[in-house]
T-cell receptor
Framework: EPEVTQTPSHQVTQMGQEVILRCVPISNHLYFYWYRQILGQKVEFLVSFYNNEISEKSEIFDDQFSVERPDGSNFTLKIRSTKLEDSAMYFC????????????FGPGTRLLVL | AQSVTQLGSHVSVSEGALVLLRCNYSSSVPPYLFWYVQYPNQGLQLLLKYTTGATLVKGINGFEAEFKKSETSFHLTKPSAHMSDAAEYFCAVSDVRNTPLVFGKGTRLSVIA
């Protein structure tokens, strides 16, 4: 069964460093998402991406964040200058063309900013 | 704006007992409703979803949920809990406008032997 994959599974970084989280969505999906979950809290939407551009973003997704689909398979989330409060589990998700289709989530990248 | 309220951050049931996890939503348009499960140190797995049609939805692992528009609810049930059901359960809402998923705070289910 097709699945969303994410790398790395864990990332530890120093405050102020740049990190890139990588995702490979399901191959025929058209909509891509990043969510995050701070430890013990609910899953929060960051950004959605369709047709090579951001379609929607939340208040969390400020200028420190960017997304890119550098090739036909990868979808990346970059945090330019990490802060302590960026420590969280970051989930990538993808879905097909219709709104009622399921968003499939990857296993997540646990980011720890020291 | 859409929102989801999950009553009870932690629910504990005995093995074999009924599982009932509550979810109420707010949406200005007909909602799409989802239940996801998260096992420790894992990602989110879809249990079931409601988009249109039959309001009683059956999912994986014996779970089901019923969409009740009049009560703005989408409670998750399972007749008989199993130890392997212990996990965090998230209710989420979206809709036909392609809005991103809005999640509830989650309910941690513990199953006691």
């Amino acid at each position: 069964e097709p699945e969303v994959t994410q790398t790395p599974s864990h990332q530890v970084t120093q405050m102020g460093q740049e990190v890139i989280l990588r995702c490979v969505p399901i191959s025929n999906h058209l909509y891509f998402y990043w969510y995050r979950q701070i430890l013990g809290q609910k899953v929060e939407f960051l950004v959605s991406f369709y047709n090579n551009e951001i379609s929607e973003k939340s208040e969390i997704f400020d200028d420190q964040f960017s997304v890119e689909r550098p090739d036909g398979s990868n979808f990346t989330l970059k945090i330019r200058s990490t802060k302590l409060e960026d420590s969280a589990m970051y989930f990538c998700a993808s879905r097909g063309s219709r709104p009622q289709e399921t968003q499939y989530f990857g296993p997540g990248t646990r980011l720890l900013v020291l | 704006a859409q929102s989801v309220t999950q009553l009870g951050s932690h629910v504990s049931v005995s093995e074999g007992a009924l599982v009932l996890l509550r979810c109420n939503y707010s949406s200005s348009v007909p909602p799409y409703l989802f239940w996801y499960v998260q096992y420790p140190n894992q990602g989110l797995q879809l249990l079931l979803k409601y988009t249109t049609g039959a309001t009683l939805v059956k999912g994986i692992n014996g779970f089901e949920a019923e969409f009740k528009k009049s009560e703005t609810s989408f409670h998750l049930t399972k007749p008989s809990a199993h130890m392997s059901d212990a996990a965090e359960y998230f209710c989420a809402v979206s809709d036909v406008r392609n809005t991103p998923l809005v999640f509830g705070k989650g309910t941690r289910l513990s199953v006691i032997a």
